[in-house]
């Protein structure tokens, strides 16, 4: 089975603290997004990597980065946290771009306080 | 780009009875996949049907099956003999070029 993992169930930090939120797969997988939840709202993209080093912008990168340095492993880069990015983070795989099922980590809520 | 619509912020179903949850999109792909996500009260996101825009028939997974009426921009998931376990947030999610959007979840809950 597709394992997807996240560094954190539930994470709290202070106003303008630099946060990393880590996910790794372990099936190989070429695509990995990272993705903000929040109630009312879905899932909003934030941010993907389809290669090593590679990244591209979702919908809503503002106030987030990552890096991708190894291909199993993607993270989400908060420079300096407000309080408005207080979510459920989502991280996902897939295969390679045909569209096959995306298999997601079990998430991270985080909050800023 | 896509949009996804989901109308129904909450349903309820009686166990053992047939529910059915709405989902309309807007598109300007001509090469899209449909899919519907549960995520149960644990958040882990899992996948419950998939379908491919460019086939006909509808997709069917145990009890588990869809309308997708293509011209019309629908995707609903029909849910029969409903269980306990089927409690959760249910999503509708379109996909091109390798991302996903996805609409606002219905929550569905099963009552005894």
């Known amino acids: 089975d597709v394992k997807v993992t996240q560094s954190s169930r539930y994470l709290v930090k202070r106003t303008g603290e630099k946060v990393f939120l880590e996910c790794v797969q372990d099936?190989?997988?070429?695509?990995m997004f990272w993705y903000r939840q929040d109630p009312g709202l879905g899932l909003r993209l934030i941010y993907f990597s389809y290669d090593v080093k590679m990244k591209e912008k979702g919908d809503i990168p503002e106030g987030y980065s990552v890096s991708r340095e190894k291909k199993e492993r993607f993270s989400l880069i908060l420079e300096s946290a407000s309080t408005n990015q207080t979510s459920m983070y989502l991280c996902?795989?897939?295969?390679?771009?045909?569209?096959?099922?995306?298999?997601f980590g079990p998430g991270t809520r985080l909050t800023v306080t | 780009a896509q949009t996804v619509t989901q109308s129904q912020p909450e349903m309820s179903v009686q166990e053992a009875e047939t529910v059915t949850l709405s989902c309309t999109y807007d598109t300007s792909e001509s090469d899209y996949y449909l899919f519907w996500y549960k995520q149960p009260p644990s958040r882990q996101m899992i996948l419950v049907i998939r379908q491919e825009a460019y086939k006909q028939q509808n997709a069917t997974e145990n009890r588990f099956s869809v309308n997708f009426q293509k011209a019309a921009k629908s995707f609903s998931l029909k849910i029969s003999d409903s269980q306990l376990g089927d409690a959760a947030m249910y999503f509708c999610?379109?996909?091109?070029?390798?991302?996903?959007?996805f609409g606002k979840g219905t929550l569905l809950t099963v009552n005894p």
């Open positions: 099936m190989d997988h070429e695509n």
């Open positions: 996902a795989s897939i295969e390679d771009r045909g569209f096959y099922e995306q298999y």
């Open positions: 999610v379109g996909g091109s070029n390798y991302k996903l959007t």
